[in-house]
């Protein structure tokens, strides 16, 4: 084995290369084993081969020659380890003392392409180059369609593959190399695959070099790198410009939805410091259903077929929890169980619901366009909505004064609407909802917002999402009225955690308590069936 160290004038970064081999062809062309893509090389410059035991090199009568220690190589010479060869600008310093040794185990390691800074390195030199080539074709690129793009793009990273050919290391797996390249410079760069993986269900930029992902419930930080600061506002112009939308210094905070409806956030300096910075929490390509969450334990089946009898009663239902706890995911559930013939109308700050019925009318606000005007908030929906003979009002969350909005439309004829908001327990809910409501500006009393409160919201559900990365329907309560100034709740189902096993994973079990709902009674006064055994304290799960 004889090992070759080069290194050009015009290129300082050294690359050293191993040739287990009788003979080595040096030359500016693909096909010999060491191209040197440089005009000051010939297409077939010189070569290195073992003679009686001996190592070789040779001139190929190339237009400059080729030196050997500072001499001009006539006819074969012969090798000791350590000379120089000199082809074109590049130097090769020959090392013969590898046939003594066996390959290094880091050496075989090398194919599975890490993204060290030298890789990195190289993808931002083959990203400027590409990024030359687009600008300089831009006029006759903007009458393609973004598959023929992509197709000139990919040819014409693979012609600057071959004149940089000498800097990239052995064994590099090139498709990859290619496909990241092409992602940065067209798509999202690392977050392609990222978004690709049905595992990962958010991802959070920090800076370029730093990217973590929830897989599974868990935050982990990915091997996944861009190339710089400058990639990853690429990214994030390529993902608010088909909406219309900019960010720059003076608009430097963003929302935004991908193609596939999963929500983005970015934010970048000066109010990001270290960078440019994007949260993109992802939208599953098919909607939870409540056998999904009964078989991630997230409720008991009595517990769904218990919300099943909610919505289709009609009772109005908060959905309560944490930051990413999954309130969208049981909210479009509980969506779900919304008769097909009635007329449902959603209004979200960045539409993630996925409605399966046929009668639906989805709302999106706007943000302020750069005057600072013509902002659509979800106030504005909730009231345009009822204008809109709707049904059911759904509501993606509640942050501010359309919570009072909410409330009129649960107390006037909107009866099974349904909303979210952020809050710890049903009666933090309660409580932020009334804080909510005083936000509206409207100077009502206390006592006035508490009575329209209990008599609007009937059901309030809490998710939570544990430490595991395990998300669970902690409590199901009914609002059972006003007892003073104080709102009543009281719990219907409980989720009673005994722990954690071996491995960190919730250690639990549904519970009733054995409160009878007041609409199953009037059920059951009714004379219609009422399933009661679910309630039963016997019941754990």
């Known amino acids: 084995m004889i090992s070759l160290k080069v290194h050009g004038e015009s290129h300082p970064q050294s690359r050293v290369e191993q040739f287990a081999k009788d003979e080595v062809s040096i030359g500016r062309v693909a096909g010999n084993d060491l191209v040197l893509a440089n005009t000051t090389v010939s297409s077939h410059h010189a070569r290195i081969y073992r003679s009686n035991g001996s190592w070789m090199v040779a001139d190929q009568e190339s237009t400059n020659g080729t030196f050997l220690n500072g001499e001009r190589v006539g006819g074969p010479a012969s090798l000791s380890d350590g000379d120089e060869i000199a082809v074109g600008e590049f130097r090769i310093r020959v090392d013969l003392g590898q046939e003594a040794r066996a390959p290094e185990p880091a050496g075989e390691a090398e194919p599975a392409h890490a993204d060290d800074a030298a890789v990195r390195e190289i993808r931002q030199k083959i990203h400027k180059r590409l990024i030359e080539f687009l600008d300089l074709r831009w006029v006759d690129l903007s009458k393609l369609g973004e598959d023929q793009i992509r197709s000139q793009a990919r040819g014409a990273i693979e012609n600057i593959l071959r004149e940089m050919a000498w800097e990239i290391p052995k ?40 990217i973590y992902i929830e897989r599974k419930g868990k935050l ?9 600061n400058r990639a990853v506002l690429g990214a994030i112009e390529r993902i608010v410009a088909p909406i219309g939308r900019r960010i720059d210094e003076s608009s430097p905070m963003v929302d935004a939805r991908l193609k596939d409806g999963s929500r983005v956030n970015a934010i970048v300096p000066p109010l990001a410091l270290k960078g440019p910075s994007i949260t993109i929490r992802k939208f599953n390509k098919t909607p939870l259903t409540a056998d999904d969450l009964v078989r991630f334990g997230a409720m008991t089946r009595g517990m769904a077929n218990f919300l099943k009898l909610c919505v289709e009663l009609r009772q109005n239902i908060v959905v309560s929890g944490g930051t990413g706890s999954g309130k969208t995911t049981l ?20 539409a993630e619901l996925k409605l399966q019925q046929e009668h639906v ?11 600072g005007t013509g902002a659509v908030t979800i106030r504005d929906l909730v009231r345009n909505s009822l204008r809109m003979r709707p049904d059911r009002i759904v509501v993606g969350e509640c942050r501010a004064g359309e919570a009072l909005d909410m409330l009129q439309a649960m107390n006037t004829g909107h009866d099974g609407s349904m909303t979210t ?8 809910a309660l409580a932020r909802m009334e804080t909510l409501v005083l936000m509206a500006g409207m100077d009502l009393p ?49 989720f009673k955690q005994d722990g954690y096993d071996a491995k960190g994973k919730v250690v639990g079990r549904h519970v009733p308590t054995g409160y009878i709902p007041r609409f199953y009674e009037q059920l059951r006064q009714r004379g219609l069936a009422a399933d009661l055994t679910i309630f039963r304290s016997e019941e754990a799960s």
């Open 361 to 371: 009318v989805s709302l999106e606000t706007r943000p302020p366009n750069l005057e």
């Open 446 to 494: 206390v006592r006035a917002i508490r009575e329209q409160m209990a008599s609007a919201v009937n059901i309030i559900l809490q998710q939570t999402r544990f430490s595991d990365g395990s998300r669970k329907v902690t409590s199901i309560s009914e609002v059972t009225g006003l007892d003073g100034d104080q709102i009543q709740v009281q719990e219907i189902f409980y």
């Open 171 to 210: 064994g590099l797996n090139r498709d990859r190399l290619i496909q990241e390249v092409l992602d940065e410079a067209l798509g999202l760069g690392p977050l392609e695959d990222l978004l690709a993986d049905d595992d990962v269900s958010e991802i959070m930029v920090n800076r370029f070099d730093q």
């Open 220 to 228: 982990v930080l990915s091997d996944k790198k861009f190339t710089s």
């Open 421 to 428: 908001l952020h809050a710890n327990s049903p009666r933090d």
């Open 331 to 350: 909210l479009n559930m509980l969506s779900s169980f919304i008769p097909g013939d009635e007329r449902i109308v959603t209004a979200e700050d960045s």
